[in-house]
């Protein structure tokens, strides 16, 4: 039995659509699915759908994508209401999510608790001398803005970093309530820590990557695996003895020309691998 995680799907675009609609047969294992599964509510059901038929038990955190509220779709909800219509899908198809009682992996005798959550960014994952007043300002001058700027509204919050502070706060009384002798593994869509936010290529859009009040929270909830995704940059990276895994899929373009199946990019969580000696 294993737990298998992997996220931004993105089956808008036809190749991934294509692509997820092979998985194979892994009715005896979980999945976590972390995150920007697709735009739209079709896009979401038809990746939940392939996965609740594949595997014994699916996990879903949200992305930013599954938030957007398009000017194609007038009718689209926005904000919250846009979460929880995410969120009554996935009921009905069966699928644990940030507001369901924490399942326990049933594959280890140590019962860990994993633990899907909703925990946006507050433009906090940047540097030290950038004041906040000036964060969007620092982004501009390098060219970068996220399309959340325009598509993903906070209603009925009065910003983004406010609902990101609200669901921190929501979040770590749930984490808080786990016993303290068991373990967890936490899931999100956005890493946990600033360091891991980082895009060569774009460095400043670390400010749409996270919030810095979840920097201890690996350490503070006992992980043995913190699960992302948003960087589309897989990796594996131990910090504090704790394994963060990033398991984006990512758009068609980021991959290799060699065609390779999707059983190829999900991540095994549980059991997982032994920490490799040379790992920082």
């Not at 969007?136 to 001058?141: G, P, Q, T, V």
């Not at 600033?194 to 929270?217: H, K, M, N, V």
């Not at 990033?246 to 199946?261: D, F, I, K, M, N």
Request: glycine content about 6%; aromatic content about 10%; some cysteine.
């Amino acid at each position: 039995m294993k737990l298998y995680a992997i996220s931004d799907l993105h089956v808008g675009f036809e190749a991934n659509r294509q692509l997820w609609g092979t998985l194979g047969d892994h009715r005896g294992d979980w999945l976590i699915l972390a995150g920007d599964i697709g735009e739209t509510e079709e896009h979401l059901r038809y990746a939940l759908e392939i996965a609740t038929a594949r595997f014994a038990r699916v996990l879903w955190a949200p992305g930013n994508h599954e938030l957007w509220s398009l000017p194609s779709d007038p009718s689209a909800l926005r904000g919250e209401a846009r979460y929880l219509r995410c969120v009554e899908i996935c009921r009905e198809l069966g699928v644990v999510t940030p507001e369901d009682p924490y399942p326990v992996w049933p594959g280890d005798p140590a019962r860990p608790v994993l633990a899907p959550l909703f925990v946006l960014y507050d433009y906090t994952f940047r540097p030290d001398e950038i004041a906040a007043d000036r964060a969007l300002e620092w982004a501009r001058e390098a060219g970068i803005e996220c399309t959340d700027e325009a598509v993903l509204h906070a209603d009925p919050f009065p910003s983004r970093a406010a609902w990101c502070h609200a669901r921190c706060a929501l979040s770590q009384a749930r984490l808080d309530a786990i016993p303290a002798d068991q373990p967890t593994v936490l899931i999100n869509h956005f890493p946990l820590r600033r360091e891991l936010a980082w895009l060569p290529a774009i460095p400043r859009f670390s400010l749409w990557c996270g919030t810095r009040r979840t920097e201890s929270w690996h350490v503070d909830y006992r992980a043995r695996v913190v699960v992302s995704g948003h960087l589309h940059l897989r990796s594996t990276r131990w910090i504090d003895g704790v394994r963060f895994e990033e398991v984006s899929l990512g758009y068609p373009r980021q991959r290799s020309s060699t065609p390779r199946a999707i059983e190829h990019y999900l991540r095994e969580i549980l059991p997982g691998p032994a920490r490799d000696a040379r790992s920082a």
